[in-house]
């Protein structure tokens, strides 16, 4: 399994352990990811996701799922979260027609 946030696209980074003397040595930065159920008001679906903790306080910030999705730009998210962005804009696109 994949250590990618399925709605930011956050990966591991790399970095060094740095001891006191100066030594170092590689190491690897892992995002924290957690198993969430987040819901679209506009589809009226569920959708299972692995994100960023970080990802998570976004989306409550923004106000669900829905609005993180229309505040972002298609090119910054994975093909998961972009597809439910698209049937998120056609739905609204016919509601309004």
């Known amino acids: 399994m994949s250590r990618e946030c ?3 696209g956050k990966k591991p980074i790399t970095g060094n352990n740095v001891s006191h003397s100066n030594l170092r040595t590689k190491r690897r930065f892992l995002p924290n990811l957690v198993k969430v159920t987040l819901h ?3 589809l009226g ?3 299972k996701f692995r994100i960023a903790a970080s990802a998570l306080r976004t989306v409550d910030k ?3 799922l ?3 999705l229309a505040k972002e730009k298609e090119a910054n998210l ?3 979260a972009a597809k439910i962005k698209r049937d998120i804009a056609k739905k ?6």
Do not use: N, Y
């Open 45 to 47: 679906q569920e959708f």
């Open 66 to 68: 829905d609005a993180f």
């Open 92 to 97: 609204v696109s016919e509601a309004a027609a």
């Open 78 to 80: 994975p093909a998961k």
């Open 62 to 64: 923004r106000g669900g």
């Open 40 to 42: 679209s008001e506009t």
């Open 6 to 8: 399925e709605l930011t």
